[in-house]
């Protein structure tokens, strides 16, 4: 019996945590121009890294965006009051990753015309 009552409030208790967990921010990657114009291989380093990090960020926002909706129903289904704070937070989160999103954007095309510049055709 004790170990139910021990396994159901673990449980319990990391219901939250998993929920946060599953809406973990993408580290943004550092794309250095100068080393990306020095090789292709760099370069190509460079794409791979950013075409990852937007699509872990697309994920990250649907996730968290996602999870505010999902707290407006459960709000709704309760018939309370829905905190507006969470929908407010939420978009906070998505802005900032929005931003990281066109930064590495914006330090990738710099390193290609950086390549393209050392490396004239």
Do not use: W
Request: with cysteine.
């Amino acid at each position: 019996m004790k170990t139910y009552l021990l396994i159901g409030a673990l449980v319990a208790l990391a219901g939250p945590a998993f929920a946060q967990e599953a809406c973990t921010r993408p580290q943004a990657p550092a794309i250095d121009s100068q080393a990306a114009a020095a090789s292709v291989e760099t370069l190509t380093a460079a794409k791979q890294q950013t075409v990852d990090f937007i699509k872990a960020s697309d994920a990250f926002q649907d996730c968290i965006l996602n999870d505010a909706k999902a707290k407006k129903d459960k709000a709704k289904a309760k018939k309370v009051a829905f905190d507006p704070s969470i929908a407010q937070r939420a978009q906070r989160e998505v802005s900032a990753n929005q931003a990281d999103k066109e930064k590495v954007g914006k330090a990738y095309n710099e390193a290609v015309k950086a390549y393209k510049a050392a490396h004239p055709s």
